[in-house]
């Protein structure tokens, strides 16, 4: 079993469309938690990081439920420009990130 | 602006050849960075952890003979894929930063390594 696992999509939705995307971890040691935006064959980039309080900036709201170790990401208003795939990371302390393998989202006109 | 760098960013080759990747931290001091690599349509994967001043921590099934990693100060770390092979070829990728447990790392922009 994998130790960040998303939905691979695709999800296709169209614009100004809400999607909501899900993760869980299967490590109770993972202690902080974040969600990576990564283009086709570019670098991960930071979106947010996860908080069991949530939160939430602008169209983006993340959220952490440490007793289901469950990871939630919702978008709303989608646009074109969020089209990319969206990667679930967890950290233990220090140590590397553990990424999910991504979800893909493609928003159409 | 970036806050780690990392060259080159396309690396075409035979196979037999090394290649070394560097990894740099621009405005911080970075005493452990981490190489990962994502094969296509696939998670990253951690390789190593580099540590400064000692020896780099591999994970599970990754040569370190194969992979040459040296942090030789606070600001750089190298991969070399020595001999590569075709099924080297892949997109490397360095991270630093998070120092704390909460603070996210950043990535260097990656290296497409095609061996031919």
């Known amino acids: 079993r994998k130790e960040v696992e998303q939905d691979p999509g695709p999800f296709n939705v169209p614009e100004g469309a809400t999607v909501a995307f899900n993760c869980t971890y299967s490590?109770?040691?993972?202690?902080?938690f974040f969600w990576y935006r990564q283009d086709c064959r570019k670098e991960p980039k930071l979106l947010m990081s996860?908080?069991?309080s949530g939160n939430e900036d602008g169209r983006f709201t993340a959220q952490l439920n440490r007793a289901s170790q469950y990871i939630s990401l919702l978008i709303r208003d989608s646009k074109l420009s969020d089209s990319a795939t969206y990667l679930c990371?967890?950290?233990?302390?220090?140590?590397?990130?553990?990424f999910g393998s991504g979800t893909r989202l493609q928003v159409q006109p | 602006g970036a806050v780690v760098s990392q060259h080159p960013s396309w690396v075409i080759c035979k196979s037999g050849t090394s290649v070394k990747i560097e990894c740099r931290s621009l405005?911080?001091?970075?005493?452990?960075m981490f190489w990962y690599r994502q094969f296509p349509k696939q998670s990253l994967m951690l390789m190593a952890t580099?540590?400064?001043?000692?020896?780099?921590?591999?994970e599970q099934g990754v040569e370190k003979d194969k992979f040459l990693i040296n942090h030789a100060s606070l600001t750089l770390s190298t991969l070399t894929v020595t001999s590569a092979h075709p099924e080297d070829s892949s997109f490397y990728i360095c991270?630093?930063?998070?120092?704390?447990?909460?603070?996210?790392?950043?990535f260097g922009d990656g290296t497409r390594l095609s061996i031919l």
């Open positions: 991270s630093a930063g998070g120092g704390s447990e909460d603070q996210p790392q950043h």
């Open positions: 490590n109770s040691a993972s202690q902080s």
């Open positions: 996860v908080y069991s």
């Open positions: 990371v967890a950290r233990r302390g220090r140590r590397a990130l553990t």
């Open positions: 405005d911080f001091q970075a005493t452990t």
């Open positions: 580099s540590n400064e001043g000692s020896k780099a921590t591999y």
